[in-house]
């Protein structure tokens, strides 16, 4: 265990659902990040927050929108995804946003029919 | 733009062979350097760092890998792999300023190890 937690493990939504992802992460650190995993592909950063608030967004389709209510707790809310969107979405945490290790969750594996 | 290179997607060992994954990045600047593995079905975790000081680094079960800033390369090696290696191994580059501060992954290389 890294105490960093995702839920769910795996989700299969249709491309008109709504769906979320959690990250949970009880070791006090400040900083949390979104990656998108996909087979054979570098992993893609998403989302990065530095005490609760965004600093990083690349490029990322609005279909993906994150929230971070505090700095234990990131959200992934999921809006019409596509098929190319299947995918391990891994959150990250490390204590503070400048080069320092990332401790990762074990993902949530998402299908999208 | 900033990359990281993994030589191979698939490598196929027997118990007891040596192991390299070769590893490049492309950034000439000050680098941290890590390598990540993820076992089947388990989170990516940190096998070994380079921040700064000797280049060759000793990390967890046996593993180690050499920093040549020469060759913008940090190729990880074991010398004798056990069937518990088998597992997707991940190199890392987190810079200061070109990175903007954030890891740059490679694709990844998939080590399997017959026993």
């Known amino acids: 265990e890294t105490g960093v937690t995702q839920t769910p493990r795996h989700l299969v939504m249709g491309m008109t659902n709504k769906k979320s992802l959690k990250c949970e992460q009880h070791?006090?650190?400040?900083?949390m990040y979104w990656y998108k995993q996909s087979a054979k592909k570098p992993l893609e950063l998403m989302f990065v927050?530095?005490?609760?608030?965004?600093?990083e967004n690349n490029s990322v389709p609005s279909r993906f929108s994150p929230e971070c209510p505090n700095s234990s707790h990131l959200f992934l809310h999921l809006h019409t995804l596509q098929p190319e969107d299947s995918a391990l979405y891994l959150c990250?945490?490390?204590?503070?946003?400048?080069?320092?290790?990332?401790?990762f969750g074990a993902g949530t594996r998402l299908s999208v029919l | 733009a900033q990359s990281v290179s993994q030589h191979n997607h698939h490598v196929i060992l027997s118990e007891a062979a040596s192991l390299e994954l070769g590893c490049n990045y492309s950034?000439?600047?000050?680098?941290?350097l890590f390598w990540y593995v993820q076992y089947p079905g388990q989170h990516l975790q940190l096998l070994l760092k380079?921040?700064?000081?000797?280049?060759l680094v000793k990390g967890i079960k046996g593993f180690e890998a050499e920093f040549i800033k020469s060759k913008f390369s940090f190729n990880l090696r074991k010398p004798s792999v056990q069937w518990s290696d088998t597992a997707e191994y991940f190199c890392a580059v987190n810079g200061s300023m070109e990175y903007g501060n954030k890891l740059v992954f490679g694709a990844g290389t998939i080590l399997r190890v017959k026993s």
């Open positions: 990250a945490s490390s204590p503070r946003l400048a080069a320092n290790i990332q401790y």
């Open positions: 950034y000439g600047g000050t680098v941290n």
């Open positions: 380079y921040f700064s000081g000797d280049p």
């Open positions: 070791l006090g650190h400040n900083a």
């Open positions: 927050y530095s005490l609760e608030e965004r600093v």
